[in-house]
């Protein structure tokens, strides 16, 4: 671990153009009025980083820059003055996703340089990367809206004084039938949602009247808590609708219709073949022979596997100035266009783990390249199960679809550099 972390940080002190790039995103809004001003932006790379490395979230990681010798040696933070959590959310979290992704195709270019990846022979999967929210159910949407919207008018009133707007707290209520629910026959709970569904309609309309009260107010907080009422205010409504609709109409309402989470809006409802549904995002992922990871697409929707197949192809021609020779595919990529069009584009051999009537002549230039490349294909599980067991791309804590993205390639960037540093070292997989 040792040998790696510094070759890592030296790989990362030969490209200082890096910082030009963080330093103009944590310039755009993460020094407060309060609390320390801001990090180092080396300093702040390298937390990300490490973050990811050690799968720590911002309280470990502040342990860990004051209990650890190595870490701060690799992080570079004042030994005198580490950086609490706070400091650290706000500076990493600052860094956009189209950051991480030129870090990466710098990274990238660096290793064709040396010989250890050329991206001449490509693998291609998708997964999904959850949210981080409890599993979603109409009950615990509607006790949720009820919380969120009561605590905002609990705090405006607050400030404002008793007689500002009306506003009565329903959430004891709301979470007794909350409960409830989840126990009760069919005819009990039914009643129940009824019941749930009045003490929300009831708390929207507290919600309104008090946007009412404070329009053309102008005192300094108000902005953003009317922005957040609003916010809630209309997530709550539309978790109203969907719970009429499948509850008391019986209707089934599309996946893309559906609230899943009032925190994490931006969710998707992902099934892939069959299996469990997940609450997150698909991500088409491109790896090479040496295990380093070319692409990640943070999907919008839960697209079918075969209408993203050329677009992927292409943008690693965008990143590499041209088509790879080899292109091996999970069986959900494959169709007899996606076939044509990639061997349009000057892919040799085009070849999916699944045939799905296709010939495998017409893949590959012969059954035996068939056959190593779509065991080569197979290897792209190991990669995307090394992402998730060792660099969290299972799980995203960060909240927000930009952060959601940033969280992503900030992984992928973590994980091509350790990738890269034990290929140097000639130290085999961890």
Known sequence: MGRALGLMSRLLDEHPEFL??????????????????????????????????????????????????????????????????????????????????????????????????AGRK????????????????????????????????????????????????HRRAAKRRKWKIPKARMKRKVKLYRELLAVVRRTLRYADGALAAVEGREEPWLEDWRTQVAHYRDLAGAVVRQTVRRVLKGETVPAEEKVVSLFEPHTDIIRKGGRRVQYGHKVNLGSGASGLVFDAVVEAGNPADSSRCLPMIERHAAIYGSAPDQVAFDGGYASKDNLADAKALGVRDVVFHKRKGLKTTDMASSPRVYGRLRNFRAGMEAVVSYLKRCFGLGRCNWRGLEHFRAYVWSAVVTHNLWVIARRKLKLKPA
Request: hydrophobic letters at 40%.
């Open 20 to 117: 030009e790039w963080i330093a103009a995103d944590v310039d755009r809004g993460v020094v407060s009025s309060v609390g320390r001003r801001g990090l180092p932006c080396e300093v702040i790379l390298r937390c990300g980083i490490l973050k990811h490395l050690w799968q720590s979230d911002y309280r470990e990681l502040e342990f860990v820059l004051v209990d650890s010798a190595s870490a701060r040696r690799f992080t570079r933070v004042d030994p005198l003055r580490p950086p609490k959590r706070s400091a650290l959310q706000r500076c990493i979290g600052a860094v956009r996703a189209e950051v991480w992704e030129r870090i990466n195709r710098v990274l990238l270019g660096g290793a064709r340089d040396d010989k250890i990846e």
């Open 122 to 169: 490509v693998r291609i999967d998708s997964t999904v990367t959850e949210t981080h929210i409890l599993d979603p159910s109409d009950s615990q949407l509607l006790y949720d809206a009820v919380r969120v919207l009561s605590r905002l008018l609990a705090r405006g009133r607050e400030k404002l004084g008793p007689d500002a707007f009306l506003f009565h707290d």
